[in-house]
Structures are given as C-alpha cells and as structure tokens.
C-alpha cells in the first residue's frame, strides 16, 4: 500500500476501506505483503500506522511479509525470523535482492502481531469464521522439506472443513499473471508454481491471493495452466495505493 501522500493511491484507498469498515459488517482485513514501503525510514513507518489507526482498532489487521519488508544481502543474524544464512532465501532462479532497505522485517514485527500457531509474522494461520487463512512467506524457502514447506503442509493436512469449509492461502509472490514478466520474475513465479501448486490443489485450496505485480487479476479455478471444474482460483490483489505498473499483457485462457 504504501504512505500517502508518498504513494498516489494510498489516502484514497485509505479513506474507502475505513467507509466500508465503518457502514458494513467487515470481520478482518488481508494485507500481502508490501505494507508501508517504509523500506528502511522509520518515520514512514509511523506515518502509516497513523495512516491505518481508523481501520486497524476496529478489525484485526491480519499481515504477511514481502519483499519491501525482508528482502537484505547482508546481516542475517539479526533476522527475527530465524533464517540460516547471511543473507535469507537468495535462490539463484529468482528475483531476490535488498528491497527492504535494510529492514529484515525488523520494523514489522515490531509492529505487528499474529497467532503463535507459526513462525510470527512469517508463516502462521487463522478462522475467520467459515474460512480458514494461511499466510506464507515467498521470501523464505518454501522448497520441498524446508521447514516453512512441512508446517504449511501440516496446517493444510489440518483443515476441518465442516467447520471451515474455504480454505484461501496468502503469500506475496505471484503464481499466475498474464503481464508480460522479466525473466528474473518468470523464474520465480515458476519456481512459486513448481514447489506450491500441487500442494495446494492435493488440499482443495479453493482461493490464492497474491500481489508483487501491482495490478488487479483473477481466475478461472485452475490447476497448471488449465481451468478445471475443482481447481484453485488466483486472484492477484496488488492494486491498494503504489503506482500501478504499466505492463504488456498476454492474452490467456485462464488470467483476465
């Protein structure tokens, strides 16, 4: 999202959830990742906690972590997280570098709270009502028998679905777009789709948010390129208040 007036969107979209907040029965609110893009400036940090203050003490402000959070090359023993490495998750086929500006997620998570059912404010659960969220880290390695890999298969493997009959995921990283992506993101978002997908179609995942791409896509409930009658529905939601991006998009039979 973003402070206004530092990014064009924010104040406007500010001012419309706090209405629809106020005038309707709104149980939570979902932020993934890309919170303030204080990246690294304390004082915009707390200018958007003022920003969010008419919002957050009326519903739980439920947050994940992105790249303008955590992403750093250097100084990771200071990385509330617990990551191995000087650096965090650096996988050579993805697009990973300093976005933070030096944050390591230090300021969010001292701003933030969340269910103790994880690992903090990186990869942890919760109802919402007939929903279930999870909430993941695509800045942290999400690769098969990777720590963050065995809890979320374990919270799916948990899921009542008489009692949460939708499950929906979280994670900023896209999985799916019909932008026109460098190669950089190509490998990552295939790399998102490689270790993540079948997981979450072998769980009937029913909705994947995500953002990164700061545009508005949804789609057909799919599963490795196809819309199938039971698949995953992707909806990319990174629209909240930075610039929107200016891409080529390709027409797709499944991204709209």
């Not at 709104?26 to 707390?46: E, F, Q």
């Not at 994940?64 to 750093?72: A, F, L, P, R």
């Not at 990777?146 to 799916?156: H, P, R, V």
Request: charged content about 20%.
């Amino acid at each position: 999202m973003g402070l206004s007036p530092v990014e064009p969107g924010a104040k406007s979209t500010i001012d419309r959830v706090t209405a629809r907040v106020a005038s309707t029965n709104v149980t939570c609110l979902l932020h993934i990742g890309d919170i303030s893009y204080a990246r690294g400036i304390g004082a915009l940090w707390d200018g958007f906690m003022t920003q969010i203050q008419s919002i957050a003490v009326h519903v739980p402000y439920m947050v994940s972590i992105g790249n303008h959070e955590y992403d750093y090359e250097t100084g990771g023993d200071k990385d509330p997280s617990g990551a191995p490495g000087p650096g965090g998750f650096r996988p050579k086929c993805g697009d990973y570098g300093r976005d933070s500006g030096g944050e390591c997620a230090i300021p969010m998570v001292r701003r933030f709270h969340s269910p103790s059912n994880g690992n903090g404010l990186f990869w942890y659960s919760f109802d919402v009502g007939p929903i279930h969220v999870i909430y993941i880290s695509t800045e942290h390695d999400f690769r098969r028998s990777s720590i963050q890999y065995l809890w979320l298969e374990k919270d799916l493997s948990s899921v009542n679905r008489s009692r949460t009959p939708w499950l929906i995921v979280g994670s900023h990283r896209h999985m799916y777009t019909s932008a026109f992506d460098s190669a950089r993101e190509t490998r990552m978002r295939l790399m998102v789709q490689l270790y993540l997908e079948s997981l979450f179609y072998r769980y009937h995942v029913d909705l994947n948010l995500f953002a990164h791409r700061h545009s508005y896509e949804r789609s057909c409930p799919m599963f490795q390129g196809k819309c199938i009658e039971d698949g995953i529905t992707h909806v990319l939601i990174s629209m909240a208040g930075q610039s929107l991006d200016s891409d080529i998009y390709i027409l797709s039979c499944c991204m709209e």
